[in-house]
Every structure is written in C-alpha cells, then in structure tokens.
C-alpha cells in the first residue's frame, strides 16, 4: 500500500512512516515538475529501507528471545 501512495504522492510515504522532515523537503521537491521523479524514486528506497529495519528488528528480537530462554 505504502508503494502505491508513493507513486501517487510520495510526501505523503514519508508522513505514514513517521518522517515529517523527509516529507516536507520531499514535498517541495515533488512541486517542481522535474522533481516528481526523484521524488518518487527516493520514496521508493526509503520504503525498502524502511521494511528492511523493520525485518531486522524482528530477527533481533527473537534472537534476544531465544538466547534468553
């Protein structure tokens, strides 16, 4: 889902995970015409990137569990 508003509005990508800062300065990118592109480009990554910690936070976590058991 995230992927799709992304491509759609990628300031607002940024605001559901939590980045204000990133949004706003994507947003000012995203009124240019030339800017949409990369725009959406960096939204991308940082989605990716966003899951990726995600992932590994939950692979940390049950590690910590495990050791602990």
Do not use: E, H
């Amino acid at each position: 889902m995230r992927y799709l508003i992304a491509f759609f509005l990628p300031w607002a990508a940024f605001f559901s995970m939590g980045m204000v800062g990133r949004g706003i300065i994507c947003l000012i990118l995203q009124c240019t015409v030339i800017g949409w592109i990369p725009a959406t480009i960096w939204a991308f990554s940082t989605i990716g990137n966003y899951y990726a910690d995600k992932r590994t936070d939950r692979v940390v976590k049950a590690i910590v569990n495990s050791r602990s058991a």
